[in-house]
C-alpha cells in the first residue's frame, strides 16, 4: 500500500508498506479522509513536543471498514472515524476517567505512525460509527472534539465572556462549542483574514486583534470593563501564552488548550491577585466526540464551513509547505484518499 511518511523536519517521502493484516480486537480501515491539523504542520516544522521521526502523520480520519471480527458491533462496510489516543487502561489517569491524559498514552500520527496511508489496522474499542455522516464529517471529528473538551474542561457557563486566542482550526472548535454553552465569545488573533472569517462563517460576535494598541481597552469595553472570565489559548504560541493572563477577570479561568515545547511565565502578582485558575487540556474523551457527532447531526455545528483546501493524497508533499503560508488563508486542508 502506498505511503507518505515525514522522515525528519521540513521532509516527506512517499513509499509502501504492506497493507496491515488481521488481528483479534482490531478493524482493517480504508482510509478515505485525512485533516490537516496543527499536529502534522508542527510535526513538519519541527516544533511538536512528544515526537519522534521519521513518523507516518495523520489522526483526523474518516475510513470504511474491510475487516472486523464479529461482536464488536460493527460490520464490514460500516463508515467511522477513530479517537486517535491510544491508552494504557491501568493508569491512575484511566482509573479515574481520564484516558485523554493517560500515562503511557499513544496518539495515532504522534507517538505510533498514523493515517497517511491507504489502510490502517485499529483497536476496534477506538471506533466511531457514522453511517449516516459524510466522509468529511467523520473526518473533523477529532479537532472539535479538543474544542469540545477545552469547554467542559473551563467548565463555561450561559452568560459569561469567554476569550479564545488563536483562531486556527483549534480555536474555532474551541468558539463553536463555547458558543453552543451559551458563552459571549470574542476571537483574539493577528490574523484580520481570520477574525473576519470567525464573524462571516461561525457569527462570532466580537473580535479584537491582539497586535492593536488598544486590545486590552477593546476588551473592556466589550465585558463592560469585567474582562473575559475565561480565557483559552489555542495557540501554542510561547509570547500570547505568557500575554494573556493580562485579559482574564478576576476569579477568572485560564486553560491552555495549545501546546508549546518551552517553559511559560508571567507575573506571579498578576496571577496571585486574581486567584487564577491556571489548567491545561489536553486532547479528548469518547464524551467529547460523541457530543461533537451530536451537534454535527443537529446542524450546530457545520463542519463544510472548515474545509479551505483539498488535495488528493499524491500531492500532499507538494502542497504541505504552502499550509504553513498564512497568506494562504488556509483553515483546513482535507486529504481524498
Not at 501546546?259 to 486532547?283: A, D
Request: with cysteine.
Amino acid at each position: 500500500m502506498n505511503v507518505l511518511i515525514c522522515e525528519k523536519p521540513g521532509l516527506f517521502e512517499y513509499g509502501t508498506r504492506e497493507k496491515p493484516l488481521p488481528e483479534q480486537g482490531k478493524a482493517i480501515l480504508k482510509v478515505h479522509r485525512i485533516g490537516i491539523c496543527g499536529t502534522d504542520l508542527h510535526a513538519y516544522e519541527g516544533t511538536q513536543p512528544f515526537f519522534n521521526y521519521p513518523r507516518v502523520l495523520g489522526h483526523e480520519l474518516a475510513a470504511v471498514i474491510e475487516d472486523v471480527e464479529p461482536g464488536h458491533g460493527f460490520t464490514i462496510g460500516d463508515k467511522v472515524s477513530i479517537i486517535p489516543y491510544f491508552n494504557c487502561g491501568t493508569c491512575i489517569a484511566c482509573r479515574n476517567g481520564l484516558p485523554n491524559c493517560c500515562a503511557s498514552i499513544s496518539v495515532f500520527g504522534v507517538h505510533a505512525d498514523g493515517g497517511m496511508c491507504e489502510h490502517i489496522s485499529v483497536p476496534v474499542q477506538y471506533l466511531l460509527k457514522g453511517n449516516d455522516m459524510s466522509f468529511d464529517e467523520l473526518a473533523l471529528i477529532e479537532p472539535l472534539a479538543i474544542g469540545a473538551h477545552g469547554i467542559r474542561r473551563a467548565g463555561v457557563k450561559a452568560g459569561e465572556y469567554v476569550l479564545v486566542i488563536g483562531a486556527g482550526p483549534i480555536g474555532l472548535g474551541v468558539m463553536e462549542f463555547a458558543r453552543i454553552a451559551g458563552a459571549k465569545v470574542i476571537a483574539m488573533d493577528i490574523n484580520e483574514s481570520r477574525l473576519q472569517f470567525c464573524k462571516d462563517k461561525l457569527q462570532v460576535p466580537f473580535s479584537v486583534n491582539a497586535a492593536s494598541a488598544d486590545a486590552h481597552q477593546q476588551l473592556l469595553d466589550i465585558t463592560g470593563s469585567d474582562m473575559p472570565t475565561t480565557v483559552i489559548d489555542a495557540t501554542g504560541n510561547l509570547k500570547a501564552i505568557n500575554n494573556a493572563l493580562q485579559y482574564l477577570a478576576h476569579g477568572g479561568r485560564y486553560v491552555l488548550v495549545g501546546l508549546q515545547k518551552e517553559n511559560f511565565s508571567f507575573s506571579h502578582p498578576e496571577f496571585h491577585k486574581r486567584e487564577t485558575t491556571l489548567m491545561s487540556s489536553r486532547n479528548a474523551t469518547k464524551e467529547d466526540f460523541e457530543q461533537v457527532m451530536n451537534a454535527m447531526r443537529s446542524k450546530q455545528v457545520q463542519p463544510s464551513t472548515y474545509i479551505t483546501h483539498r488535495v488528493k493524497f499524491n500531492e500532499v508533499k507538494d502542497n504541505f509547505d504552502s499550509w504553513l503560508n498564512p497568506a494562504t488563508g488556509v483553515i483546513k486542508a482535507m486529504v481524498e484518499m
